[in-house]
């Protein structure tokens, strides 16, 4: 069990570039979670898949967003033409099914658009 | 949907002292979880606490719960150096508040 793992680590990107991260959830991990944290908050839920079926959405994911888990095993979170304001770390997290009330999380993605 | 609120929102200790953090919540819920994340890392998973539970430990965490208050509440004791970082209680539906900074002097 090799734990959440996600990539890149760091993107720095240009306002109206695109980006997309990946997430590899823990093995047989039905439940993939996302979520932004920007400094001195807690994580806002953005969005959670159980397979590949995506279960709830948050206000916060506007029409730029996108995340997607095709075969319910990693998932892929895009930010379409990206804004400053769009500068955090996003979190994924995982949770088994015997145990969905617990996450295990990745060690995020910092983004930084300049 | 709720959130977990936690309270202080910074708090500084010397290194063996015990640390408490509270937790306040909204609605029912039927558990409640507590995570510690370091600077820049993920979040961990701490503990868990049910709501048929008063009281749960782990090492040298202590957590308690009282649903008539929506209160929960995190002791660790004997702190460590690596105990600074923030913590965070997360009702069930998983949104989190601003957590508490701890910052643990040696």
């Known amino acids: 069990d090799t734990g959440v793992s996600q990539n890149p680590r760091h993107k720095i990107t240009k306002r109206g570039q695109n980006v997309t991260f990946r997430c590899d959830p823990i093995?047989?991990?039905?439940?993939l979670y996302w979520y932004r944290q920007t400094l001195g908050q807690g994580p806002e839920f953005l969005t959670y898949?159980?397979?590949?079926?995506?279960?709830?959405k948050s206000r916060l994911l506007s029409d730029r967003f996108s995340a997607e888990r095709p075969k319910g095993s990693f998932s892929t979170l895009e930010i379409q033409r990206t804004e400053q304001g769009d500068s955090a770390m996003y979190l994924c997290?995982?949770?088994?099914?015997?145990?969905?009330?617990?996450?295990?999380f990745g060690p995020g993605t910092r983004l930084l658009v300049l | 949907s709720q959130q977990g609120e936690e309270d202080p929102q910074a708090l500084s200790i010397q290194e063996g002292e015990n640390a408490t953090m509270n937790c306040s919540y909204k609605?029912?819920?039927?558990?409640l979880q507590w995570y510690r994340q370091n600077s820049g890392r993920g979040l961990v998973h701490l503990i868990l606490?049910?709501?048929?539970?008063r009281e749960k430990h782990s090492g040298r965490l202590r957590v308690t719960l009282d649903t008539s208050k929506k209160s929960s509440s995190l002791l660790i004791t004997a702190s460590r150096a690596a105990d600074t970082a923030s913590y965070f209680c997360?009702?069930?539906?998983?949104?989190f508040g601003a957590g508490t900074r701890l910052t643990v002097k040696p």
């Open positions: 997360a009702p069930p539906d998983m949104r």
């Open positions: 093995s047989e991990h039905n439940r």
């Open positions: 997290a995982s949770s088994p099914l015997r145990d969905r009330e617990t996450q295990y």
């Open positions: 609605t029912s819920i039927n558990n």
């Open positions: 898949f159980q397979n590949e079926a995506q279960l709830e």
């Open positions: 606490i049910r709501s048929n539970e």
